[in-house]
Structures are given as C-alpha cells and as structure tokens.
C-alpha cells in the first residue's frame, strides 16, 4: 500500500534548549491506525501538530499525499488542511453553539467566507451534517447546546465535525484522556469504525495499551522527541512497556 | 548570554539605587528648606545623591539588588537589610513630604464647617419647581450617553482585534498593527473625556453633540482595551480546531472568538454606558449640554436649591443605572 504521510528528518526546537522532535522519520501507510505511545512532554501533540502545521516544524518534510506540507502557505495549506481532520483531549468545539453548527464548522474550510456566515442555508449539507451526527448517535441532540453535553457526546460531536471534513487522515490528541474508561472505549471504537469502513487513516496518541492493542495496526513510541520504537501492538512487552514510559511504570488495566 | 544578562541586570540594579537617592535626597532637601535649614543648591542635592547611590549599590544589599539581582541576597527579615530600611524610608518621607504639600489642615476640615451650611441645607431642600426642565435636560444626557455608547460598540468591535496579543500573528506586520491599536488607543483613553469635551465644543460647539463625541472617543478606546482583553483570555482550543479545518482568518474569527466573547462583551457594554450616563454629567460642565450644562448654570447663578435638585436627579439615575447594568451583567455572565 501507498505510504499517505511521510515524514523526514522532521525537527522542532521551542528554543534553544527545548528540542521537542528530534529527527523523526516516520512513514504512514494509507488505512493504518497508528497509536502513538509515550509520556507526557515526549513530543506527541508537537508532533501531531506539525503534520498540519498549527506549529511550524524548525526543519525537516511532510509529505502528505507527495506534496509536502512544509512548502505551502495560505490557501494551498488550507486546502491541505481540509484533508486531515483533528480530534483534541479537550474536544475544542464551541460551547455556546448548537451540536448541529459545531457540526457544520469542520466544513469551513470548503466555504467562502461570506457563505460561512450562513451555512444553515445549504440544505444538501445540513442533511449530511444530521446524516454525520446520527452516525455518532447524536442525530436527537442537533439543537442542543454543546456545553449541556457530556464529555463522550461532545468527543462524538468532534467526531462527526471532523467528518463533514471528507479528511484521509485523522489526527486525535490524546482523544480519550479526560474520559472516564467506558467512554473512552466507545469514543475509540467510532474512531476503528472511520478507519475500517471509510478506510481513514488515523494517527492517535493515547497512554492505555489495552486500547492500543484493541484498535491499533501499529505503535510508535516518542521518548524525548526522539522515535524509539515502531511495530505491532502486539510485540510491545512489559520491557518495551517500561523503556518507553520509564522504570517505575506499571500497566493499568481499564477493563 | 549568563554573562550579558548579570551586567545587564548591574546596571538595572544601579539605575534604581541612584534614582531612589535622587529622590530620597531631593524630598530630604525640600523638608530642610521648608524649616530654613538650609539652603538649597543643585550641585549639594546632586553630589549627595550619587554618592549615596553609589554607597548602597556597593553593598549589594540595596533595593536596586533587591528588585534585579534578588537570588544572590539572603532572606533575612525586612528591619534588618539596608533595602528594607530604605522602603520604610521612602514611604515615610514621601508621607511626609505629601501631607505638606497638600496642605493638610483637618482643623480647617472640623472649624470651618458652619461656611458651607446655609448650602448644604439648601442642597437637600431642592426646589420642585423646575422639574421639567430639568427632568428633559436629564433625558438629553441619557440620550448621549445612550448614542455615545452605541456608536462606540462597533468601532471597538473591530479594533478590539486588532489589539489582542493571541489573534495578531507574530511577525513585524502583526506586531506593528497590535502596538499601534494598543498606543492609540491607551492614549485616547488618557485623554480625559473632560478635554475631548472641550476640543468638540470648539470643533462642532457647545452642546449635546460635541459631550457625544467625547464620550464616544473615550468609551471606544476604553471599550477596545477591555474587549481585547477579554479576546486574550479566550479558549485557544476551539481557534486550534478551526484551523486544523482549513478554515481562513476570518472564518477562524467568526466561529472561535465572537461565540465566547460576545456575552462579556454586551456585560461591558452595559457597564460602560452606566459610566457614560455618570461622565455625561461632568462632559456636560465644560458644554456638552444635558444636566451637566444645567448644574453649571444654576451653580454659577448660586441658585442652590435648583442645584440641589438636580443633584439628587443625577444620583436618582445612577443608583437605576446601576441596579438596572448590574442585574444585566450578572445574567449574562452567567449563561
């Protein structure tokens, strides 16, 4: 299969002494559900932002598709955007809007920004973003505002706003941190399902290894900005488990 | 770059110690000068001062240390460090030095009472007489501060952008745009309404008109710090989010900053035109109309019971504002 992201030689220093990646090659194939393993502060949401350029890599490529994305700006790196769908630890929607219109905001990126005042107007898209949110299991909550939902339906909202993206590649910080573990679950089982049968690929940062194992193709693990492993869910053992989170960890089982 | 920064913050340090002497000595002379102590003269105050800058900079125990260099000074209580003795100094000179300069006189305050009694009791004996006049000059300053307010909004609206730190990208384009909002508008702002009152009664002449011009400058800068402010304190996720959809700046704007702003924004509305109503008043003195205008006139006319009149009109209108702007505020804060 075709490799989707490519990453060479990707660096990024904060400053002069915080080097956050450190030559990172990493090379994902299209359909893969890539967990990425490792502490907090080894560089996993730099990274993860990198690849769409919310933080400017210091040096090194991206391909995304065989253009890299480091080259372009403005609209072509808009457009580029669009592509890749991203999902947060916090969900980031806008809580004084509807379910429906944090919705419909994942398709900004296809609109002008006159028609984005406005985007109940379109009638094909309002049925597709209910279409979405019924997917999710949220098609009763359209109306209602974010902030009087629970944290696992406003990941799903997440969800079915990075749908109306039409993306080829997902990005999810850490999307199951603040969620209690049944939630997590569910919120990682809508996640497989995008990567089975919209064949999306995904790149999701996460710290429980049993979810790891449940839905991932493959693991990489990221210990101070550098890659130290890369494989199968299955090959990563209490050692390689202790390697990359350190001596003193023990594996938590959430179920 | 260890090195530079020490030599830096040195001189930090000794700037502060010669300014404080410069002050300390300065007050110090005022005082003796004042009993005839002495007499003063440039060349002593100068010569003292830096020598004794110099003296306690030399320490590295002074307050310019203190401020610049505090990890290399042990903690010690405050009475026994030459730093703390020079802040209890500076606060008692300058207390010193501000009562003689004010002329302080509670005596003044207690004896002299009985001069401003025949007004006082005229002031809450106000004359009903002239109610309509003055409940319409009254409703000529609501009006302006009303428009005053309302005109400001969208102006601030925009600048307000612009004056946020997190939304202007950090290159010379966007740092330049943010300084300059942010200079102009701080000093517009400085600039009392009283004196743009006086600059639009010579520009468009005296009346209403030209008190809603000046409260208009005064409330648009004043509004485009306290929106910019609430901009910077913004949730950055959702702006994050609207990004990574491709969405363009404005898109960004439209969908991440204005649904969290727009409720604190209406509360500071609120609360600005509560102000403008009480700032009226006072734009009105120099001729910006309304009940302002009318105060000076009846003031001036020492016809004390109108004066009284109005008066308990303007505190009548602002104890409303007030109850009114702060039930507003505590709703919308909280939805």
Known sequence: ?255 | MKKQYNTLSLIKAFIIDLLIWLYLVGTGFYLLEQLNVVEYKFSYFLITSVVLGIITFVTQNSLGHKGFRSKKIKKRRWYKTLWGWEIFILIAITFVVGWDIVEVNPIKLIAKFKNSKVIISQLFNPNFDNLLKMLSALSETIYLALLATVFAIPLAFIFSFFAARNLMPKNLLGNTVYIIVRTVATIVRSIEALVWAIIFCVWVGIGPFAGMLALLFHSMAALTKLYSEQIENIDSGPIEAMKSTGANTLQVWIYAVIPQIISPYLAFTMYRWDINVRMATIVGFVGGGGIGLALKQEQQLLHWRNVGLIMWLIALVVWIMDMVSGKVREKLVKH
């Open chain 1, 1 to 255: 299969m075709e490799n989707i992201l490519t990453l060479e030689k990707l660096n990024k220093f904060y400053d002069e002494d915080t080097h956050a990646i450190n030559d990172v090659d990493l090379e994902v194939k299209e359909g893969d559900f890539l967990i990425l393993l490792g502490l907090s502060g080894s560089g996993k949401s730099t990274l993860l932002r990198c690849i769409n350029r919310l933080i400017e890599p210091t040096s090194g490529k991206i391909y995304f598709e065989g253009t890299n994305v480091c080259d372009l700006g403005g609209t072509p790196l808009r457009h580029a955007r669009r592509e890749i769908g991203m999902i947060f630890q916090q969900f980031n929607l806008i809580k004084n809007l509807t379910v429906l219109t944090n919705a419909l905001s994942g398709r900004l990126g296809y609109f002008s920004t006159i028609k984005s005042l406005f985007p109940r107007l379109d009638n094909e898209l309002v049925a597709q973003a209910k279409k979405n949110l019924k997917r999710v299991g949220l098609e009763e909550f359209a109306n209602q505002k974010v902030k009087n939902l629970s944290g696992g339906q406003q990941q799903r909202v997440a969800i079915a706003r990075v749908l109306m993206q039409n993306p080829k590649l997902i990005l999810a910080d850490e999307p199951v941190a603040s969620l209690d573990p049944a939630t997590a679950d569910s919120v990682m089982r809508y996640l497989g399902n995008l990567n089975k049968n919209d064949n999306i690929t995904i790149i999701c940062s996460l710290h429980f290894l049993s979810l790891a194992r449940k839905y991932g193709t493959r693991v990489v693990a990221l210990k101070g900005g550098k890659l130290m492993f890369d494989g199968e869910p299955t090959e990563i053992d209490e050692q390689k488990f202790k390697d990359i989170y350190g001596q003193d960890a023990e594996e938590v089982d959430i179920k």
